[in-house]
């Protein structure tokens, strides 16, 4: 018999299949011989038992469970195809008959892929984006450039300034008690900068160099030390250097130090205004994007997504972001050590949006296979080259990382982004998506 499928809720349903005589001959003959160095029968060597003697003393239904395990997956794989399902998750799997010389009859309780009942995807109306980049833009950017050039100079005998930075020692207690953490020796701290608890840096300005400073702070209520959350603490604090900021002045030779590619201040400017320009048109581009696939999603019609698949993308972000971590040097260990945070909180994190992710990748697959996108040789290996570019690899080891069908779909729900955000247009009076992810 063909596949049977069999629809019993909105996305789950019933497959029944059979494994033939002849598929079943060669698995009980796998299993056999992956057995046979186990039997001890008297009168043969261990791993010497002809088949036709171990199934006279315990019947072929002895290699039975072990002859379904290696036929079920290509059996299950093949009526998958031949019902045209697309399942989302593991399937429950249900024997209903192994009788020896028949057919072997199995049923699966499967989750499929939810169908999606499109909405408008082209001709999008979203919020106008502005991309002119003002004077205003650049001098901040110049400004940016000249901070990170600036000189830190001892104020010799003067106060201490929010800007300022300050080195200290100091050495927290709480209730007279020091806890971990609360106490360093020539710490560089700048003043405004947010490194420390709220209130402590405002508490060292005004202050010279040689002063001891009693700094009373309280720990905000969801610091992630818990046992010093909401506590009051004191820092006694000796301030051995105050040094302000020294900011070169904008002239040629700031901006020859800056930018080898450039001679001038002015030609620093021009090319600061040009970058810009670049950034604001890739923002508006993302921001077109967001707008446009979000208003797709929530004109397509998806009665319920599988649980299966929320839960998959949750773990998959979780899998990305410690993998990112991993990089930098901090493993997942670490990182929920620094953190103060455990697996379930990087979850919960993730799971906020999951469901939108699953209804947005589902709805880019819809008008793939709507749209009919089928992406070419000349697209893959221009794909290829990209990654390849972009992470700096050999195309030889992209192309062996990625098969043609991951490459393909890749390539597809680009092309289906691109017709949503390309034929989309832009309005003052659209309004901002507020599901955005």
């Known amino acids: 018999m063909s596949a049977k499928w069999e629809k019993k809720g909105t996305n789950d349903g019933e497959l029944t299949f059979e494994i033939g005589t002849d598929s079943i001959s060669e698995g009980l003959k796998k299993a056999f011989n992956k057995n046979k160095k186990n039997i001890n029968i008297p009168g043969f060597r261990k791993g010497k038992v002809p088949r036709q003697v171990f199934e006279q003393m315990y019947g072929e239904e002895a290699l039975y469970e072990d002859a379904l395990n290696i036929l079920l997956p290509d059996a299950y794989s093949d009526a998958v195809k031949d019902a045209e399902i697309e399942p989302v998750d593991q399937p429950q799997i249900n024997v209903e008959s192994m009788d020896k010389g028949k057919p072997w009859v199995i049923k699966a309780v499967v989750t499929v892929k939810p169908e999606v009942e499109l909405g408008d995807y082209e001709g999008l109306s979203v919020p106008k984006q502005n991309t002119r980049v003002y004077q205003k833009d650049v001098d901040a950017e110049l400004e940016k450039r000249r901070e990170s050039q600036a000189?830190?100079?001892?104020?010799?005998?003067?106060?201490?300034?929010?800007?300022?930075?300050?080195?200290?020692?100091?050495?927290?207690?709480?209730?007279?008690?020091?806890?971990?953490?609360?106490?360093?020796?020539?710490?560089?701290?700048?003043?405004?900068?947010?490194?420390?608890?709220?209130?402590?840096?405002?508490?060292?300005?005004?202050?010279?160099?040689?002063?001891?400073?009693?700094?009373?702070?309280?720990?905000?209520?969801?610091?992630?030390?818990?046992?010093?959350?909401?506590?009051?603490?004191?820092?006694?604090?000796?301030?051995?250097?105050?040094?302000?900021?020294?900011?070169?002045?904008?002239?040629?030779d700031f901006a020859k130090d800056v930018d080898e590619?450039?001679?001038?201040?002015?030609?620093?400017?021009?090319?600061?205004?040009?970058?810009?320009?670049?950034?604001?048109?890739?923002?508006?581009?993302?921001?077109?994007?967001?707008?446009?696939?979000?208003?797709?999603?929530?004109?397509?019609?998806?009665?319920?997504?599988?649980?299966?698949?929320?839960?998959?993308?949750?773990?998959?972000q979780m899998d990305q972001y410690l993998a990112g971590m991993q990089q930098q040097g901090i493993n997942s260990q670490m990182y929920f050590q620094l953190t103060g945070t455990s697996p379930d909180d990087l979850k919960k994190q993730f799971a906020d949006g999951a469901e939108k992710r699953v209804k947005t990748n589902l709805v880019l697959e819809a008008i793939v296979e709507k749209e009919d996108i089928q992406p070419s040789e000349d697209d893959i290996k221009a794909e290829v080259k990209n990654l390849a570019d972009q992470y700096g690899m050999k195309e030889d080891a992209v192309r062996s990382a990625l098969t043609d069908d991951m490459l393909k779909h890749d390539i597809a729900i680009k092309k289906a982004i691109n017709l949503i955000v390309d034929s989309s247009k832009q309005d003052s009076k659209a309004k901002e998506s507020s599901s955005k992810d």
Do not use: C, W
């Open 261 to 316: 590619d450039v001679d001038s201040l002015d030609e620093l400017k021009d090319k600061i205004k040009e970058e810009l320009k670049e950034d604001k048109k890739n923002e508006a581009r993302e921001a077109i994007e967001d707008a446009a696939i979000s208003e797709a999603v929530d004109n397509a019609t998806i009665k319920e997504v599988p649980q299966s698949m929320i839960d998959d993308d949750i773990q998959r």
């Open 151 to 252: 000189e830190l100079v001892l104020k010799e005998d003067k106060a201490a300034e929010k800007g300022d930075t300050v080195v200290i020692d100091f050495d927290g207690s709480v209730d007279g008690e020091q806890f971990d953490g609360g106490k360093a020796d020539n710490y560089s701290l700048e003043l405004g900068s947010g490194s420390f608890i709220p209130g402590f840096e405002d508490q060292l300005e005004g202050h010279k160099a040689g002063e001891d400073v009693d700094v009373k702070v309280t720990f905000p209520e969801d610091y992630q030390a818990k046992d010093l959350a909401g506590k009051e603490a004191i820092f006694k604090t000796t301030i051995h250097e105050v040094k302000a900021k020294e900011l070169p002045k904008l002239d040629d």
